[in-house]
């Protein structure tokens, strides 16, 4: 077999990224020099509607050109809620926690039924989505509200309604992250998170999502750059490099038969100990059948060299690789076709991307999501006496490194403003707010109501200050958690507080309705707070 055959064998191995919401040089040179089998989109690629599905096509023809026998797989992170890279022209969907807040899995099948008719009409065949986490640790920096909830059978039931809800709109689906991100207090972005508990309580918890949505014909799963002491004893070994995790728990334990991936090899808990390019062999020799990389050509690229050069060195076999683009073909097979891609006959297909329909469904989903998680006969307030409102909103931002903060959301005050169009709004900002809260308070006397945003409370955060001292002089405070439900652990002695799960501004719309008694906010908490 000449290099070049090696090269465009393992190329197909690959899962890759790229600048731009154009076909560049550098993925079109991946493709016809190595035949990457697959295509991650990041917020960075998205433009409109149409733009995508241009560039999804561009993307297939060149693929075409350079013979492929199937098609690419192309895929991205649409998990909705705070992980969500298309925003533009796309309908805004409740994520994990929001649908578990609803106790009915149905709707998260209705919601993975409608996102990937969306993504599949905007030429994407892959979500990276369901979020199998159970998270039950509240100071989890990555997951929180990307889970839909702290127990393990809730997660696994609403986690297998999802994805059979995105696979019969004809969307392959990834169980992440295995085999469990959800007990951590690391961000695996940033270091190697380590989870420490005996293997028979990983069975009672982590596995349970797993093994049911395995066993309900999961298509892939990505693996975590988690370390689990109990599965693999070789110390700081993370799942994405584990033969124990992928081979002796996945593929024997569970009967897994179908793709693994990793997630990005280019994530720090990877890069700053064996490396992306190293580990790139070590996760193919554990026995990952993809590698994401991405975001750097350079790194891609070098990542497929030091796999040559592995192949050619018997540090590992070609038919490990074959059976690999065995998998991932089959996989093609039941998601891709040629003739999906014919730009620009598919405009059509892009009715149904933010139709009436989906933005009704939507709604609906979150007039059942949103939480009244405490209230002391404050709500609903009555409008007739034309209260004054003050509202206090934090400045958006992304919280976790997975986030994108490009999300096109309108303001917690904008929902107050459509029932009190007089409402004050100030924005605050967590680094300074320790200055600004002798301002905040003197403010605030001018005011009957405050309603407070918030997006992530800790025990230390200068926001609980603010609550006291707003309550010491006898204000009215309704706290509206736009992101963590954990929020109302810290601020307990707030008159109500209502929940979103995720600061989407249709969420934010039902939180408003219900202060001023136009919505009822009918979810139930999904974790203990």
């Not at 991650?40 to 993307?59: A, K, M």
């Not at 403003?417 to 900002?429: F, T």
Request: overall charge negative; hydrophobic content about 40%; aromatic content about 6%.
């Amino acid at each position: 077999m000449s290099k070049k055959e090696l090269e465009r064998k393992i190329g197909q191995l690959f899962v890759v990224g790229f600048d731009g919401t154009t076909v560049n040089l550098k993925i079109k040179k991946l493709i016809h020099d190595y035949h990457v089998g697959s295509i991650i989109l990041f917020s960075r690629n998205i433009g409109e509607p149409e733009e995508v599905l241009q560039l999804t096509s561009d993307l297939q023809k060149e693929a075409k050109k350079a013979g492929y026998e199937k098609p690419l797989l192309i895929c991205l992170d649409q998990e909705n809620g705070v992980v969500s890279r298309i925003h533009k022209g796309l309908t805004t969907f409740p994520g994990s926690m929001a649908l578990g807040a609803t106790d009915n899995p149905q709707y998260a099948y209705k919601i993975g039924l409608a996102t990937g008719k969306e993504l599949k009409a905007l030429g994407i065949n892959w979500n990276l989505a369901p979020v199998l986490d159970v998270n039950n640790n509240p100071d989890n920096p990555v997951i929180g509200v990307r889970s839909f909830s702290e127990n393990a059978e809730k997660v696994a039931a609403f986690g297998e309604a999802m994805m059979k809800g995105l696979q019969d709109a004809g969307v392959m689906t990834s169980l992440k992250h295995f085999p469990g991100h959800g007990d951590t207090n690391v961000d695996s972005h940033l270091d190697l998170p380590v989870i420490s508990h005996e293997m028979e309580r990983l069975e009672n918890i982590e596995l349970v999502p797993f093994k049911a949505c395995i066993e309900a014909g999961a298509d892939s799963v990505m693996a975590a750059h988690v370390y689990f002491p109990a599965i693999e004893p070789e110390e700081d070994i993370p799942a994405t490099l584990s033969k124990r995790v992928y081979v002796d728990l996945l593929r024997k334990k569970l009967g897994f038969t179908g793709v693994i991936t990793t997630d990005c090899m280019e994530m720090k808990a990877i890069s700053n100990s064996i490396g992306t390019e190293k580990g790139a062999v070590q996760a193919l020799q554990a026995g990952t059948d993809f590698v994401m990389i991405s975001h750097t050509y350079a790194v891609q690229e070098g990542a497929i060299q030091e796999i040559v050069s592995a192949v050619e060195n018997g540090k590992l076999s070609l038919s490990c690789i074959e059976k690999s683009i065995q998998r991932i073909q089959m996989l093609k097979e039941k998601y891709t076709s040629w003739r999906d891609f014919h730009f620009p006959e598919a405009k059509d297909a892009l009715q149904i991307v933010g139709s009436q329909k989906h933005r009704q469904l939507a709604q609906t989903v979150y007039r059942e999501s949103v939480t009244m998680v405490h209230n002391h006969q404050l709500l609903p307030l009555n409008t007739e006496k034309q209260p004054k409102i003050l509202v206090l909103e934090p400045a958006q931002g992304a919280m976790m490194q997975v986030e994108d903060n490009k999300g096109n959301q309108k303001s917690l005050g904008a929902a107050v403003r459509e029932h009190v169009p007089g409402a004050a709004v100030e924005i605050y900002d967590l680094d300074e707010i320790k200055k600004a809260v002798k301002g905040i308070i003197t403010c605030a006397q001018n005011y009957d109501y405050i309603i407070l945003g918030t997006l992530t409370v800790t025990e230390n955060s200068p926001v609980i200050t603010l609550v006291n001292q707003l309550l010491k002089e006898n204000k009215k405070v309704i706290g509206v958690g736009m992101r963590n439900p954990y929020d109302f652990h810290f601020l307990r002695n707030v008159q109500a507080f209502i929940n979103t799960y995720e600061p989407s501004f249709p969420a934010l719309q039902i939180a408003a309705g219900a202060i001023f008694g136009e919505e009822e906010a009918k979810g139930t908490l999904p974790v203990n707070v």
